[in-house]
Every structure is written in structure tokens, then in C-alpha cells.
């Protein structure tokens, strides 16, 4: 069946224009938080808990009044009020479990007092002179101990509410099944059963958390925050301090969900508050290590089983997730796990999810970009791996076979939505054929896997694996964001947007997509985003929803103003609309006259039929059409060592029509790297007592130049009806598929699964060492 | 302490502490690109050149620049014209959130200075101190063989 | 910032010196590890910039280079940095990025010495000699610099012998910008395809870098084709190693192996 895949001729749409911003940053100009000087700002430093568990018994900071400290607080001085960290919509579905300042850590590294000084070495001074008498308590380091019978309550606060049986340290539970696995299993011809794990990785963004509070000359709250949510920020700070706030995001220096809840806000507002005075925060590197968040690490065992042709039956994913010591973003991540993996083998007679999230006293978990799907899929997509090897059947073949197509649906849409039931969809757009066919055409693997895979004498091994993934685009009937547009008398336009550019390029893309409606260029669109007081309302950076929530929005933002321009022309040329059209920058008459937007609205301003045009629209998603990835990797495995080098990286994916093909490449190298990072690099390690000893960059280690070979990109030919110009999303899913890929590809080289990430060298090479001699 | 230091081609008298990171003066004088992103010489974003030199400013004493010249990223920054490496970088998106690009860019311009014709991997080396989270590297690459190539042919 | 009382600038070792002396006092040559001090006792930094201590001196049988100069200084000089058949210039290259070998001086590193260092082994495998003043000045094997664990005294000058013989250096890390998890130097001369002379350096062990002699002996006057599973066997066995965040004894002593055996093939190549 053929399709027209992109509708209309794009000039703006679909093409690299360079961001709007871009200038100020390879200049240097100071656009991040921390860049800005507020005269009579204090520093503000939070001092913490060296336990992981452990009651404030008296906490006396007299001493620690030192000159230039303008004020210390505790659990005493702030509000107590019981809330959550996580950056999401009203209400949310994470626990309330979390206080501004508690009189019980619960981690090392939880906050204990804020000190806000002249500067920052008086605040270090001052810090380390308020007494703490702690009550040490036991501490559960090991998430798979949390729900033991002698492990100690973290969560005996009796205002907590949202959290499934905090007694147990539970945080969140969820479990559903369609069919019955049990029984499908027993009639399949092959299985498998396995537990894979994967870790806290952090995010490790070049900026830390940082934010500034200050009265503006009217007295009004604000706050400059580096965040993706500054909506949900506004409204969680208004109902911490009873205060009403403005909330502004400047450039922000990443953040890849580790923005997507409060850190340093609440800190600032209340020095403020307290003060009168402009307070400035701004995260060590060890901090925003140690003291943010991570992502959530879990532990799944996969039971599937499929026939001798192929047939993938039933799948069970049962998992264990670590929230650490508070929950924000406990049950969703969980959930995402299964809602953005088991819809891809949507032909499957039974499948059932669910298990537990559970508290311990460890840095607390939150949203990592993939947001639950890259835990899920790197144990479900391993477990594939696992099977087809079993059936005889190349992973690739296996795959395809058993995934989800244009047309087609999976009943988990309706089921599994955040932290709720989720709304049904057909899938309209599913490129996964030519993902697959097309991408193993590219990366030649019917040809690399012919290739002898062991080199005994110069003791290399080299290895090709293959990973599918879905994601999603925003949360459906829950996501909405809105644009305003509004035009200026010299033809340009101001495009507002609550929608928040974290280095993603959204601003730029938001432009590009109203230029296309209205027949101008991006460069006669000056964009401003992510103020709660000047721009409409946005949920944030998240969930993959920019482009498709808010592009929707400023796509009806755009057509609405094209509406009001050609109405307001055909009121001046006295002809009617039908006869008029948008053309570069002017509306044209089909009688041969035009007149350009500037002269237009020169006219509307002073002399005719005066008013300004200016238009709103907000979009809610209904549904959340999922892009589809699949990945090829090469490894490398130096068998004298076990280190294991990605060589070529490619990823073949489905993103609908991207909307700026730079950008949009970008996200996919960028996830893609973190996902390598997950795999391979990065790995935390706690002591005894609970510290994170890599906690900086110099011991928890990124990948950097040179370690990964090559990543590539292509884009399938696709076009989702329901985006804007065909566009679905991009920023997540790229996350998804290294760990499987490169799982899957060692053990192609040399016969040995991993089930753990990160793969340490040190582990694999004991494996060979086992298994080779 | 006083010190002179010549910054971006301006001289500066100016009392500082004793013990006072570079960076620190850098930012404080109003040169906001030098970033500070991590505390342990281990990320390159506070990359500043001394001398001709990319180096660490955030662990670099100020009172060790006494009576040297400083060059940050404003310093190779025109109002007006975009030098080929900001250039480059803007065409192949290798800007995302920005926060390493400022040491990226001082760096590459030491680059291009010794070797004017730099392969990927003599790119790769180079700008190794330079940790970026957003881009996973392929983009500068891309950027900075463009930017060696427009420069050689300006 | 660091929160000292004063930072100084002498012109002379001696005065360098005496001033050293004073309590909470520390030299700073270059001074990226310094940089990274948290003690709040320091009062007082020296620098050592202004001693004339940049130098590379080449001499008939020997270089002679200043503590202060710069590890980019080391890299960038024709003669000195194709020392050991280029061994210098590979050497140095995997040490850390462009931003740090300017900034770190080969004194420094030494004087520090930390146990990931890469200068020290790799200057070890050379086989260097390090003068230092502490009062007078003193010569000696940086071995025994090392082992001795003289402190408070002033580095001035490194003096590597013009060797013939060809050296590699292997060091695996976590990542490509990482120190290591374990480093290792191997200098051989050779008779034909046998072993005249062998020095072998181990670092990171995590401890410091460390001549194993028992190797060297093992593989002197043997055929260097012929050796690399024996003689990888017997630095597993004898090579002490530890446990940190990076990397277990048993691995670092499985890497010692590993690396000692890429060593010999590549010294052959």
C-alpha cells in the first residue's frame, strides 16, 4: 500500500535550520542560571546528613552564626508540608512523602540545614560549625533487602500519603495481566526464564541544579531555576510557602530528566523568604552526584516463551525498582517499564507486568530520560535474544516477526498510562519493517554475521547484536501545553510557549513549525519560553512530548493566526477569504494585489480596523504514538582485558517526519551515548555506610572521546497523522536499545550473557577467563 | 594580593585572594562563558587559554597568572561575525544545552592553531579533556572538520 | 578557592626552600594537584615557577629537564620526545588530555606521588634520576625517591639517560580519559631475539609504580617471541596488587599479565 508520506511541500519543516539560541551559546553569552549576579544575593550552601539513616535528635547552629551569615534552617524554621519532589502533573501520581527539612535523613546526603551567607566560603565556614546529635538508625543499602522482615520502616512519617504500604517499604506496586502467561507458557516449545539488572545511573548534565529567588521592585516572588518543569515548580513552591511565584527557566546546561522534579527551589525560596534577600544556589558537582537523583535501578525477570516457527506466545515481566529514599517518580517510571516495551510484541496470547518499587536508603531514584523503558527493554529485548538463539532463529527475523504494525494496537495502551489506566490508540504510523530491513541492509550484518567471530591468536572477538524499541509521544489525555502567537508591526512575530528547551532545540523546532503555517522564516519568529507569568502553560520537558504536545499547539496557534491574518487582509482588499492565501511573508489576493505582514499590522496598530492579533491554542494528546527504533551494534572484546568497545553503533529510526533533521539526529547520537554509558561506563559504588564514593566525575566515569566508535543515524520514510507536519518524537527512545544491543552482541562474539549492567570489563574478563582459559 | 593579568587582550590590576582559582576571577570579572562544571579538573568546561595554551581555570591559581595573558571564550568572539568554529558548530548542531561549548571552542582554537588540517582522530585526542553529555561527540567532530576546512580556505 | 594566608613566588631553591619549611607550607609546580587539596590547614602555597626549572637540556649521554616543565614540553621536543623509539611522545599522550599536560609539570608529578601516576612509571622505565634540595642538593634513582618517601624537599631536575633501547608503555583505564586502572613500562635491548637487558614497571596498582624484578630476571637471556605466557604467568603471581573503586586485586593482577604480554608483542613490532 503506498502512502503520500508528507503531505504538503515543507520549506521550513524538515529542513536543518540552526537553533535560535545557538549564537548567545557558542559565544559565551551568560544565559544559565548561574550566569546572572543579583546585587545583595546571599550563597547558599544545605548541609547533610552523613548517615543513610538516622533522627535528628537536637540540631543547635548557634555557633554556626558566624559573621556574614544572614540566616540557618531547619526542620523547625520551614514549612512542613508533606509533598513531592516529582515534577508531573496535578495530581500527582508519586507518594507524598518528602519534606522541605525533616528531622529524619534518610540517606546520605539528604538535606539537614540550609545556611545562606555573604559567600560561599563563610556559608562552608558556618556549615561545618552547627552540632547535629544523630540517632543513628539501621540502614537498608541493598534495594532487594528493603521488604525483609527485619529491615527497618524508612517511611514512618504519619503524613505520608500515595504510598502502597510504606510499613513494608513499599513505594509503589502494580501488576496486570492479559490472558494467562502460566498456561501458554506450558504449550510453547521453547522458553526462557531470566533476571537481568540494571543500575542508578546518573545524568551527569554539564550544569548542576541551580536556581535564584528574589522580591523583583514589586515585590513578587521569582525564580530563575535551571528546570524542566517550571509549571509544576510554580505550583508545588505556591503550596510549600502559601506564596504565589513567577518561575523562569533560562538556558539550561542539561538535564535529562534530573530537572524534572525540585532540587535546589525550595531552598532559595525560603532563604528569601526569610531574608527579604535574593538568594543564589548552585550545586557542587558531588551534590548534583549524590544528592539529586538517579535513575531507578531494577531487577526483572522475564519468563516468554514462543513455538519452533517463531511464534512469541506470552511474556512476563516481574520486577523489583529501587526508589531510594524518596519516591518521586516512583510508580510511573515502574510502569513505563512495561507500557513502552510489552506494546511492541502486541501478538503475544498472554502477557503479564508488574512487581514492586521499593524504598531504601539510597540516593533517591527519579526520571532519566527513558523513564523505565530502557530498564524494561534491556531485559526484555535480552530475553528475545535469549529465545530466538534457542528456536535457531536470527534475532533480527524473530523480532520482526512478532512486532507491532501500522494498524494494529495492543490492549496495554488502554490498560497501563501514568500511574493510571492509559486511553487506547491504533497505531497510525510503524515503520519497524524498514527499521529492521533496511537498517540490517545498512549495517551489512547478514554479511558480518558470517564472519568467524573469535581471533584466538591476537585474542579479539567481535559481535553483532540487535535491539527493538518503542517510547512513546507525551502522555495521553494528561499532557497539554499551549502557544501564543502574536504579530508585530515590522512582520515578525512572537511566538510564546510555555514549553521548556533544555538544549533539545525546542524552541527552535516550535519556530520552525509556526514559520511553516504562516509562510515566513524562522528568523522573523522570536521565541520565548518557559516563564510562568508571560507564557501559556506547559507540563514541561518530558515523556517525549514537546514536539507532539506543544508543536500541536503552536501548529493550531499558527493556523489560527493565519486565519485571523487572511480575515484582517480580506477586511482591507474587501474580498472574500476564499481569494486570499499566506505567501512569503505577505498575503496575496488572487486579483494580482498583496501586502506584506508588516504593512498588514502597521495598518491594524493605527489606522485600520485597529487591533493586535494575537491568538492562544492549547493541545491535549489523545493518544501518544509511540516511535520505533531498532538498533545494530559491533563489538570489539579485547579477550585479554574484557573491555568491550562499541565500534558501530546504528540506529534506523522511526520518528515520524523530523521536524529539524539536525536536531533531531542529535538527540538520537546523544541518547545513544548515555545508553552506551549505561551499558558500559558507568557504574556507581557505595561503602559500607551508604556514601557514594563515585561521586564526581574524575571516579563515576562518561563516556568521552574516543570510546565509542562510530554512531549513525538514519531516519525511516514515515508520517504520523496525528503530529505536527507528521512528527511523533525523538528525545528518549535512543536510550533504549544500547544495553540490549550490546548485551546481545557480546554474547554473539563469545557465547557469554550478561544479565547485569553496567558490563564491567573486570566481570567479563573472569567470564572468558572461565570459559577460554 | 594584586596581579596583572592581561584578559582577552584587556590588562587587569586586580586584588584577589591568595588561594583563588582562576575560574573564580574569570567568572567574577564578568566572563561568564568559562563554566564551572565539575570540581576535579575532569570535565574541560572552565577551558581557558594562558599564553596560547588551553588549560584548566578551575585549577589554575590566579595568583600563578601574574603577568600572563588570558584568553577566554569572549576572547574569540566577535559582536558582529561568527568565527568558522562557532560557525560550524551552529550548521552541525553540535551545540545542544551549550555548557561545554565555550572550553569547546578555546580548545579547538588551540587546535587549529597547531594543526591546521586535523583527521578525526587527531580531533578526537585533542578535544579528549572536553566532556560533553549532550551530542555523544559524532556533531563536533563533524563541526570542527568543517571549521579546519573553512579556515584553511578563507 | 583555597583558604591560605599567602602565595609566594621565589626566585631562588633556597629561598624557596627556607620558606618551605615553615608549617602548613606546600610547593606548588604547576599546581593542578594542589588545586585539588581540601585541607583546611594550609596557609601557604610556594610557587616554583620562577626558579628556572623549564628546561630540556640535551647533553651527550644524557637530557637533563627541569622539574618544571611542562609534560606538553615533553611531547613537543623532537629529540627528547622520540626518546626509546617514540616511547616518550606515545607515553605521555595517554596521560590525561591537552589541557592537563599543560598544566602539569614532570616535578610535580613525581613529588605528589600518587599511585596512578603514569610520569612515574613511565620515567622509571627509562630509568631517570631525580636531584632534589632539601638543604643541599641531592641526586638519586627516582626508585629510590619513591621508596624513600623523602618529603618537604624541592625537586629541580630529572636526568634521563640517552637509552637505545626501545620502550612501550600499556595502561588500562575505565574510560579514554581516566587514569589508570593499572599501568605498565617495559624497556628491553635486544641481542638478535634475545633479551639482553629488561626493566619492567607496574602502576596503579592502585599502589605506586614498582619495578618487578623477578619478571626482569626471568626473561633476561631468554627469546622474546618465546616468553610472553610465562613470563605473564609469573607477573601475575608475583606483582602485589589492590582492591579499590576501580577495579579488584585479582583483576589487577589478571591485567598485569594482560598487559605485559601486549608489551612484548608490541616491542617487537
Redesign the interface.
Same mark, same amino acid.
Given at each position: 500500500m503506498s502512502r503520500v508520506l508528507t503531505k504538503e511541500k515543507l520549506n521550513v519543516v524538515n529542513t536543518p535550520v540552526e537553533k535560535v539560541d545557538g549564537k548567545a551559546l557558542v559565544r559565551g553569552k551568560p544565559v544559565f542560571t548561574d550566569d546572572f549576579d543579583l546585587p545583595n544575593a546571599l550563597t547558599v550552601k544545605i548541609l547533610r546528613s552523613p548517615h543513610a539513616h538516622a533522627i535528628i535528635k537536637s540540631i543547635d547552629t548557634s555557633a554556626a552564626m558566624i559573621e556574614g551569615v544572614a540566616c540557618i534552617l531547619t526542620y523547625k524554621d520551614v514549612p512542613h508540608v508533606i509533598y513531592t519532589r516529582a515534577g508531573q502533573g496535578y495530581p500527582e501520581p508519586s507518594p507524598y512523602d518528602t519534606f522541605i527539612l525533616d528531622k529524619k535523613v534518610r540517606y546520605v546526603g539528604d538535606a539537614v540545614a540550609i545556611i545562606a551567607a555573604e559567600n560561599e566560603n563563610i556559608a562552608e565556614r558556618a556549615m561545618k560549625l552547627i552540632k547535629v546529635d544523630y540517632e543513628i538508625l539501621p540502614a537498608v543499602l541493598d534495594y532487594e533487602h528493603a521488604q525483609d522482615p527485619e529491615a527497618p520502616v524508612i517511611h514512618n512519617e504519619p503524613e505520608i500519603s500515595g504510598a502502597y504500604d510504606p510499613k513494608h517499604n513499599i513505594a509503589s506496586h502494580y501488576e496486570m495481566e492479559i490472558g494467562n502467561v502460566e498456561e501458554e507458557l506450558k504449550k510453547c516449545d521453547y522458553t526462557v526464564d531470566e533476571v537481568y539488572y540494571t543500575p542508578n545511573q546518573s545524568h551527569a548534565m554539564m550544569e548542576t541544579h541551580a536556581a535564584i529567588s528574589y522580591f523583583d521592585p514589586n515585590g513578587r516572588l521569582t525564580v530563575i531555576t535551571s528546570t524542566q518543569v517550571p509549571f509544576h515548580a510554580r505550583r508545588i513552591l505556591n503550596r510549600l510557602f502559601g506564596v504565589n511565584c513567577r518561575v523562569i527557566k533560562p538556558r539550561i546546561g542539561g538535564g535529562f530528566g534530573g530537572k524534572q522534579a525540585l532540587h535546589v527551589e525550595p531552598y532559595v525560596v525560603a532563604v528569601t523568604l526569610k531574608t527579604g534577600r535574593p538568594a543564589k544556589c548552585v550545586y557542587t558537582r558531588e551534590e548534583t552526584m549524590t544528592a539529586s537523583n538517579t535513575r531507578h535501578a531494577m531487577r526483572f525477570r522475564v519468563r516468554a516463551g514462543a513455538m519452533k516457527d517463531g511464534t512469541l506466545k506470552a511474556i512476563e515481566l516481574w520486577g523489583l525498582s529501587n526508589t531510594g529514599a524518596y519516591g518521586e517518580h516512583a510508580l510511573t517510571v515502574f510502569m513505563v517499564a512495561g507500557s513502552k516495551t510489552l506494546p511492541l510484541y502486541n501478538k503475544v496470547k498472554a502477557v503479564k507486568f508488574g512487581g514492586d518499587v521499593v524504598y531504601s536508603n539510597t540516593e533517591p531514584a527519579g526520571a532519566f530520560r527513558g523513564y523505565g523503558a530502557p530498564q524494561g527493554m534491556f531485559a526484555l529485548d535480552s530475553a528475545l535474544d535469549e529465545l530466538a538463539r534457542k528456536i535457531g532463529m536470527d534475532p533480527i527475523t524473530f523480532k520482526l516477526k512478532n512486532s507491532i504494525r501500522e494498524g494494529e494496537t495492543s490492549p496495554i495502551f488502554k490498560i497501563m498510562g501514568e500511574g493510571r489506566e492509559g486511553v487506547e490508540q491504533i497505531i497510525r504510523s510503524c515503520k519497524i519493517e524498514e527499521c529492521a530491513i533496511e537498517g540490517a541492509k545498512i549495517f551489512n550484518w547478514y554479511e558480518k554475521i558470517k564472519k568467524p567471530r573469535i581471533d584466538m591468536k591476537n585474542k579479539i572477538a567481535h559481535g553483532y547484536g540487535v535491539a527493538f524499541a518503542m517510547q512513546g509521544s507525551s502522555i495521553p489525555a494528561i499532557d497539554m501545553g499551549g502557544a501564543t502567537l502574536k504579530m508585530n508591526d515590522d512582520g515578525t512575530f512572537n511566538l510564546l510557549v510555555g514549553a521548556t528547551d533544555l538544549g533539545t532545540g525546542s524552541d527552535t523546532i516550535l519556530a520552525q513549525i509556526a514559520a511553516e503555517v504562516l509562510h515566513t522564516t524562522v528568523d522573523k519568529i522570536t521565541v520565548y519560553s518557559s516563564d510562568t507569568d508571560i507564557t501559556p502553560f506547559d507540563k514541561g520537558a518530558y515523556a517525549s512530548s514537546t514536539t507532539y504536545v506543544s508543536g500541536n499547539a503552536v501548529k493550531s496557534a499558527a493556523e489560527k493566526m493565519k486565519k485571523e491574518i487572511l480575515k484582517a487582509a480580506s477586511e482591507l482588499f474587501e474580498k472574500p477569504v476564499e481569494l486570499l492565501d499566506l505567501e512569503e511573508d505577505k498575503v496575496v489576493c488572487e486579483d494580482g494585489r498583496s501586502i506584506s505582514f508588516s504593512e498588514l499590522q502597521t495598518k491594524l496598530f493605527y489606522t485600520f480596523n485597529q487591533r493586535q492579533l494575537e491568538v492562544t491554542e492549547s493541545f491535549v494528546s489523545e493518544v501518544a504514538p509511540p516511535p520505533y527504533l531498532v538498533s545494530f551494534a559491533e563489538v570489539e572484546i579485547d579477550m585479554e582485558t574484557g573491555k568491550v568497545k562499541v565500534v558501530d553503533f546504528l540506529n534506523y529510526i522511526d520518528c515520524g517526519v523530523t521536524i529539524n533533521p539536525v536536531l533531531a539526529r542529535g538527540q538520537v547520537e546523544g541518547a545513544s551515548a548515555q545508553g552506551i554509558g549505561m551499558a558500559l561506563f558507568e557504574d556507581h559504588i557505595m561503602d559500607r555506610n551508604g556514601r557514594l564514593i563515585t561521586d564526581d566525575f574524575f571516579t563515576y566515569k562518561i563516556p568521552a572521546r574516543g570510546d565509542i566508535g562510530k554512531i549513525e543515524v538514519r531516519f525511516a520514510k514515515s508520517y504520523e497523522p496525528t503530529g505536527p507536519f507528521g512528527a511523533k518524537s525523538v528525545s528518549e527512545i535512543g536510550l533504549d536499545t544500547p544495553g540490549p544491543a550490546i548485551a546481545n552482541a557480546i554474547y554473539d562474539a563469545l557465547g557469554i550473557r550478561m544479565r547485569r549492567l553496567p558490563i564491567r570489563s573486570e566481570e567479563l574478563f573472569f567470564e572468558i577467563r572461565k570459559k577460554y582459559g | 594580593m594584586k596581579v596583572n593579568i592581561k584578559i582577552n587582550d584587556r590588562n587587569y590590576s586586580i586584588e584577589i585572594e591568595p588561594g583563588e582559582m582562576l575560574l573564580e576571577t574569570l567568572r567574577k570579572l564578568g566572563y561568564k562563558g568559562v563554566k564551572h562544571a565539575c570540581s576535579t579538573a575532569s570535565c574541560g568546561a572552565c577551558t581557558v587559554q594562558i599564553d596560547g595554551k588551553p588549560v584548566l581555570s578551575c585549577s589554575t591559581f590566579t595568583a600563578a597568572v601574574d603577568g600572563h595573558e588570558v584568553k577566554t571564550v569572549e576572547g574569540f568572539s566577535n559582536e558582529g561575525v561568527l568565527s568558522e568554529i562557532q560557525k560550524a558548530i551552529l550548521e552541525e548542531g553540535a551545540s545542544q544545552c551549550g555548557f561545554c561549548i565555550p572550553g569547546l571552542v578555546v580548545t579547538a582554537e588551540a587546535l587549529l592553531k597547531e594543526n591546521p588540517d586535523p583527521n578525526q582522530e587527531e580531533i578526537i585526542e585533542y578535544l579528549k579533556g572536553n566532556l560533553c553529555r549532550c551530542t555523544g561527540y559524532e556533531s563536533q567532530t563533524r563541526a570542527i572538520m568543517k571549521a579546519a576546512k573553512a579556515r584553511r580556505e578563507r | 578557592?583555597?583558604?591560605? =594566608?599567602?602565595?609566594v613566588?621565589p626566585d631562588t631553591v633556597q629561598s624557596a626552600y627556607e620558606i618551605g619549611q615553615m608549617p602548613n607550607s606546600l610547593y606548588?609546580s604547576g #599546581?593542578?594537584m *594542589? +588545586?585539588?587539596i581540601k585541607s583546611e590547614r594550609l596557609e601557604r602555597?610556594i610557587?616554583l =615557577?620562577s626558579l628556572d626549572l623549564d628546561y630540556i637540556r640535551e647533553e651527550e649521554e644524557y637530557f637533563k629537564i627541569g622539574a618544571n616543565t611542562k609534560l +606538553?614540553s615533553l611531547i613537543s621536543h623532537p629529540s627528547f620526545s622520540s626518546l626509546g623509539e617514540n616511547f616518550v611522545k606515545k607515553s605521555i =599522550?595517554e596521560i #590525561? +588530555? *591537552?589541557?592537563?599536560r599543560?598544566?602539569a609539570t614532570v616535578g610535580g608529578s613525581i613529588a605528589f606521588r600518587l599511585g596512578w601516576s603514569d610520569v612515574i612509571t613511565i620515567f622509571m622505565t627509562i630509568g631517570s634520576q631525580v636531584e632534589i634540595y632539601n638543604g643541599k642538593f641531592q641526586k638519586m634513582d627516582l626508585e629510590d625517591f619513591i621508596s624513600q618517601k623523602i618529603k618537604g624537599a624541592i625537586i629541580t631536575e630529572i636526568t634521563v639517560p640517552k637509552i637505545e633501547s626501545k620502550c612501550v608503555f600499556e595502561k $588500562?583505564a575505565? @574510560?579514554? $580519559?581516566?587514569?589508570a586502572t593499572l599501568n605498565l613500562g617495559l624497556r628491553v635491548s635486544l641481542d638478535g631475539n634475545f633479551i639482553k637487558e629488561a626493566r619492567i614497571v607496574a602502576g596503579s596498582r592502585p599502589m605506586i609504580s614498582q619495578r618487578i624484578r623477578e619478571v626482569e630476571e626471568f626473561v633476561t637471556g631468554k627469546e622474546i617471541d618465546k616468553i610472553s605466557d610465562e613470563a605473564s604467568k609469573l607477573i601475575q603471581k608475583v606483582i602485589q596488587t589492590g582492591t579499590d573503586?576501580r577495579? @579488584?586485586a585479582e583483576?589487577r593482577k589478571?591485567?598485569s599479565g594482560?598487559l605485559l +604480554? =601486549?608489551a612484548l608483542r608490541r616491542v617487537t613490532q
Open positions: - | - | 578557592m583555597l583558604n591560605i =594566608k599567602e602565595y613566588n606548588v #599546581g593542578l *594542589v +588545586s585539588q602555597l610557587d =615557577k +606538553s =599522550k #590525561g +588530555s *591537552v589541557q592537563i599543560n598544566m $588500562f575505565k @574510560s579514554n $580519559f581516566d587514569i573503586l577495579a @579488584s583483576y589478571a591485567l594482560s +604480554s =601486549k
